[in-house]
């Protein structure tokens, strides 16, 4: 945690945190280096709960230790391991060996929960992985551990079974390969300093890794304890280009970065076997300059990212652009003022009726199974909503995003373009400039006018054919230059124009 994003935690006591010599030198390799900061005072330790005393064994920072363009790459890691999400505990829409999609997955006879998309990938990970977790994760199952539950369970076996090879960390082909000593300096908060929710649920999971079989019988209680705990603030998402969590993955290199809500860093997967991430400049970094990415959305308002990131990683945010969007300031950032506003001239009263209404509507179209009716109420929501909130109010911008597909769905052109410029503007405003929700929304623009244009042209209407062949190319052109920052120039994302339409 940075100086920016200080709360109980980082307000502990500073002890010198020990960083093994083997971390410092492939950072180097990566011109970065980890910087050791020292904040709290007794002063400041007073005001600080007696549960999250000692929680941090003193701040670090990884810094550049030279100048980093736009889209250039600080470091890719590999994975020191991973696993795929499952959409609950009978499915998951990822191979569990390659991560690849597929609509014909088939389950593991024995376990019934790991699926695969062919015969040799169900083979590879039987000889690697899965063998030896294959009863474990039918127990657990059995037992009925959520989905999230049984990630960690099956991150931790994997965790501690690759722990076992002692292999220490490396840099192989440019690419960061952690090892043990990179898993041993990652930071975990005290199970003790835990809410208690959080601090019974690390505790039910380590018996559960025990009793199922997951770990050695010979494993320390204290250990499990501790990954755990390590697991519960550092692991990461692994999202695929259209921004969906694919995978979780345990990256020790890349955990060192702090949060910003004003991030110059941002991640992005490769899907491969093993899931690497690439950390790229998303915009100008100078040396000296603490390298950060954000663990969160920032498309929220300031109290509602604070509330994530206490809850997750048990600190408060200080950066700059909190300050800013809480104070209410009319320069970018949005001020939260704006992002929960109404229309200017619309009285309170008038707006609670209109927005009740549009919940209602919201609600009802929920229950419903068909596309069309869905569309339908929500329109209505669409219209109440338009008429109250403010533009850039984040309620519309989910309500137009929700019936976006939907439109496209039904060919109501019309209000899929409505929609797709409405939330593009948003995120135009959102974000920074190179984000890959930018792009990704783009791309899909540049797909629709194209689809158009080619149904005006057939249909004999050349000129506006035309019109949307250039707006596809000016969007298509505009999310290739995002994507060049975020996701580098020979990332899938950037093979064709129709891409990121058939992931999404």
Same mark, same amino acid.
């Given at each position: ?95 569990? &060996? ?6 014909? $997955?088939? !389950?593991?006879? /024995?376990? =019934?929960? @790991?699926?695969?998309? %062919? ?28 989905? &999230? ?6 991150? $931790?076996? !994997?965790?501690? /079974?690759? =722990?076992? @090879?002692?292999?220490? %960390? ?335």
């Amino acid at each position: 945690m940075s100086a920016d994003t200080q709360g109980p935690l980082s307000s502990a006591p500073s002890i010198t945190c020990s960083c093994p010599d083997a971390l410092t030198k492939v950072l180097d390799r990566h011109g970065c280096k980890i910087r050791h900061t020292a904040r709290a005072t007794p002063s400041t330790l007073a005001a600080v709960p007696a549960r999250w005393h000692g929680c941090r064994a003193g701040d670090r920072e990884v810094v550049a230790m030279r100048d980093f363009t736009p889209g250039e790459v600080v470091w890719s890691e590999e994975a020191f391991t991973c696993v795929a999400l499952f959409k609950d505990m009978t499915s998951s829409e990822r191979c569990s &060996a390659c991560f690849g999609g597929s609509c014909e $997955l088939q !389950r593991c006879s /024995r376990c =019934k929960t @790991l699926q695969y998309c %062919s015969k040799k990938c169900q083979r590879d990970d039987w000889r690697t992985q899965h063998k030896v977790e294959c009863s474990s994760i039918a127990a657990a199952v059995h037992k009925n551990v959520s989905a &999230a539950g049984l990630v960690d369970l099956i991150l $931790l076996g !994997r965790t501690i /079974r690759h =722990k076992g @090879l002692e292999v220490t %960390s490396a840099t192989r082909a440019g690419t960061i390969i952690p090892g043990i000593d990179a898993l041993i300096s990652m930071h975990g908060h005290p199970v003790e300093a835990l809410p208690s929710k959080q601090r019974s649920e690390v505790f039910t999971l380590a018996k559960l890794a025990l009793d199922c079989g997951f770990v050695p019988t010979t494993t320390a209680s204290a250990e499990i304890v501790q990954l755990l705990t390590v697991f519960e603030s550092n692991n990461f998402g692994a999202f695929d280009v259209t921004l969906k969590p694919v995978a979780s993955a345990v990256l020790p290199f890349t955990a060192l970065l702090n949060h910003s809500c004003a991030p110059n860093c941002v991640l992005t997967y490769t899907l491969d076997v093993p899931i690497r991430v690439s950390i790229r400049a998303c915009r100008a970094i100078a040396s000296g300059d603490e390298l950060r990415h954000a663990y969160v959305d920032v498309a929220a308002k300031s109290a509602d990212r604070q509330t994530v990131l206490q809850k997750t990683y048990h600190f408060h945010c200080r950066c700059e652009l909190c300050e800013i969007q809480s104070a209410g300031s009319l320069a970018r950032p949005i001020p939260d003022k704006v992002l929960s506003g109404t229309l200017d001239g619309v009285c309170a009263a008038t707006a609670d009726e209109k927005l009740r209404s549009a919940e209602a509507h919201k609600r009802t179209a929920m229950e419903v199974e068909d596309i069309e009716t869905e569309l339908r109420w929500l329109k209505t929501a669409i219209d109440l909503e338009k008429n109250t909130l403010h533009p850039l109010n984040l309620t519309l911008f989910e309500t137009m995003r929700w019936a976006f597909p939907l439109a496209i769905a039904v060919d109501d052109f019309k209000l899929a373009f409505e929609c797709h410029d409405h939330v593009l503007r948003c995120l135009r405003q959102y974000y920074q400039p190179n984000h890959p929700a930018t792009a990704l929304q783009l791309s899909i623009g540049g797909d629709m006018h194209s689809e158009i244009a080619e149904r005006t042209e057939n249909s004999g209407m050349t000129k506006e054919a035309k019109a949307h062949e250039v707006k596809a190319i000016k969007m298509w052109s505009e999310a290739k230059e995002i994507y060049s920052v975020t996701h580098g120039v020979d990332h899938a994302a950037l093979l064709g124009p129709q891409y990121a339409k058939d992931q999404h």
